[in-house]
């Protein structure tokens, strides 16, 4: 591949981005990202998007790197400089360099990228197969609300899942599920109810949750927020996980067990078809 990257203020050559070995995301993943995905030549979610960075930005004290109206004319260059119609937009802020510390001063300059994926974001076959997920003991740090850099339990837990044939991991604390590897997880009862963990700093506050949620609401589905445990998870009607990256995808397997009769259920296929809706009438154009 040979993309453009921005990189603290510059445009530059994949092969020419380079980032100091003190930068402190390296040394000590003090950093935030964020991913916005583009389909058909528009930014998904993006205010969203853009009030969760500031949230984690401001709860590890990082400065913003720049003015929000210049972070979208960034996204929307970067989208035409790499040629994405379909994709993902990725950006990650790191507190800065500075020689190996444990202790950091008050005012750092930010390190600040951002880069592009090509991805075919409404071709995902899972959509109309469903995900196979394990359950495992949750094991990040409790901070999780902050979308830093630190994921490589996450990372762990995915991989080793993987290769014992499943899709991804639920993570379980308490008796209860948090949330998925990179994603959030709901169920919809037999009753019809969709039932979703309720936000604290157990797990990310995700913005295609938010959205999923608003547009259940306007659809006059009853929506309860709060925590389930992994039974009545198994004993639900149907099951799905939302981020940025796959919007709704539906659960169909959980620890073996089939949920509901295995099918990608009505609900989960009405809310993936609406968001998708939502987001082409929505969504903000990358060209001007």
Do not use: C
């Not at 979308?147 to 379980?172: H, I, M, W």
């Not at 009545?232 to 919007?247: D, P, R």
Request: no cysteine; proline share 3%.
């Amino acid at each position: 591949m040979d993309r453009t990257v921005y990189l603290n203020g510059a445009w530059v050559a994949e092969g020419d981005a380079k980032v100091s070995v003190f930068d402190r995301g390296f040394l000590f993943a003090d950093a935030i990202y964020e991913v916005t995905a583009i389909i058909h030549g528009k930014l998904v979610d993006y205010p969203g998007h853009l009030a969760r960075l500031k949230r984690s930005l401001d709860a590890l004290g990082i400065a913003m790197p720049v003015a929000e109206a210049e972070l979208l004319d960034l996204h929307k260059e970067i989208a035409r400089r790499n040629g994405i119609e379909d994709g993902l937009i990725y950006l990650q802020v790191s507190r800065g360099v500075q020689d190996r510390d444990f202790v950091f001063p008050e005012a750092m300059e930010p390190t600040f990228v951002m880069f592009t994926q090509t991805k075919k974001v409404l071709d995902n076959p899972k959509w109309k197969t469903g995900l196979s997920v394990k359950t495992v003991p949750e094991g990040r740090w409790s901070d999780r609300q902050i979308k830093t850099v630190q994921l490589l339990y996450s990372s762990l837990r995915k991989t080793e899942a993987n290769r014992q044939g499943y899709d991804d991991v639920l993570f379980v604390e308490n008796g209860h599920i948090t949330e998925a590897s990179s994603a959030n997880f709901h169920i919809v009862t037999q009753e019809g109810v969709l039932v979703t963990r309720d936000l604290s700093n157990a797990l990310l506050h995700g913005i295609t949750r938010g959205s999923i949620l608003h547009l259940a609401r306007q659809a006059d589905l009853k929506v309860e927020e709060r925590a389930f445990t992994p039974e009545e998870a198994k004993a639900a009607s149907e099951a799905f996980v939302t981020s940025a990256t796959s919007f709704v995808t539906p659960v169909v397997k959980m620890d073996g067990v089939t949920i509901g009769n295995g099918e990608v259920g009505p609900i989960s296929r009405r809310l993936l078809d609406i968001y998708i809706r939502e987001q082409l009438s929505a969504g903000i154009p990358v060209a001007d």
